[in-house]
């Protein structure tokens, strides 16, 4: 089945989106960033990013290798039709609010599900013509993105492809290396050569 040109650019347009904000991180400080508050703000990110990895693989678990193949009702997706994209979203909550930059959660929101409702809009048709009436069965059952715990349901055993999961495991790892370099960064900032500091900062921000 031909994936649609949304599909296709999903990863290179995160990665762009990606590059973009860790420049944005690099040059700029928040100036409450050293304040006991936005340090629990800064652990609550690194929990959303665990929570996200988790999420992921879990869902990884179910779909990886058959996405195309079978449909996958279970486990994750039984709570909503897109878990990927949900527990992507909390990751990238939380890589903005371990860099203490809040203010980017007004510009991360409309850009993350302004483009992915696309790309989701594009999945589900794809995938409504290939499982056809059991799919929309699914739809009318389980949300498209709103996690409902009371339909919650699992097979007791899944066949799982080991290559296929590794990949999909290494993919998401790296939310995990998020958290290293928003330290990195936070080190850079604070550190000195010759009286300079190594990256200098040159917006600071409000929250």
């Known amino acids: 089945m031909?994936?649609?040109v949304v599909e296709?650019?999903?990863?290179?347009?995160?990665?762009?989106?990606?590059?973009?904000?860790?420049?944005?991180?690099?040059?700029?400080?928040?100036?409450?960033?050293e304040t006991l508050a936005y340090e629990t703000i800064e652990m609550i990110g690194y929990a959303l990013i665990i929570a996200a990895v988790v999420?992921?693989?879990?869902?990884?678990?179910?779909?990886?290798?058959?996405?195309?193949?079978?449909?996958?009702?279970?486990?994750?997706?039984?709570l909503c039709?897109?878990?990927?994209?949900?527990?992507?979203?909390?990751?990238?909550?939380?890589?903005?609010?371990?860099?203490?930059?809040?203010?980017?959660?007004?510009i991360l929101i409309p850009i993350y599900w302004g483009y992915y409702l696309h790309v989701i809009k594009s999945e589900e048709e794809r995938l409504a013509?290939?499982?056809?009436?059991?799919?929309?069965?699914?739809?009318?059952?389980?949300s498209s993105l709103i996690p409902d715990v009371a339909n919650y349901w699992s097979r007791k055993n899944i066949d799982i492809k080991p290559r296929v999961l590794l990949r999909s495991i290494v993919n998401t790892t790296w939310l995990l290396w998020?958290?290293?370099?928003m330290e990195l960064l936070e080190f850079a900032q604070g550190a000195q050569i010759g009286g300079k500091y190594l990256i200098p900062v040159i917006w600071k921000l409000p929250f």
């Open 2 to 4: 031909i994936h649609s």
């Open 81 to 106: 039709r897109n878990p990927l994209y949900v527990f992507s979203f909390i990751g990238a909550v939380g890589i903005v609010l371990s860099s203490t930059h809040i203010v980017l959660l007004l």
């Open 178 to 181: 998020a958290i290293v370099l």
């Open 129 to 142: 013509r290939l499982f056809g009436r059991p799919y929309d069965n699914y739809c009318r059952q389980v």
């Open 55 to 78: 999420g992921r693989i879990w869902c990884s678990v179910y779909i990886a290798g058959r996405k195309d193949e079978e449909l996958t009702t279970d486990g994750p997706y039984s």
């Open 8 to 33: 296709k650019l999903r990863l290179t347009v995160t990665w762009m989106v990606g590059i973009v904000f860790i420049g944005f991180v690099c040059f700029s400080r928040n100036i409450y960033s």
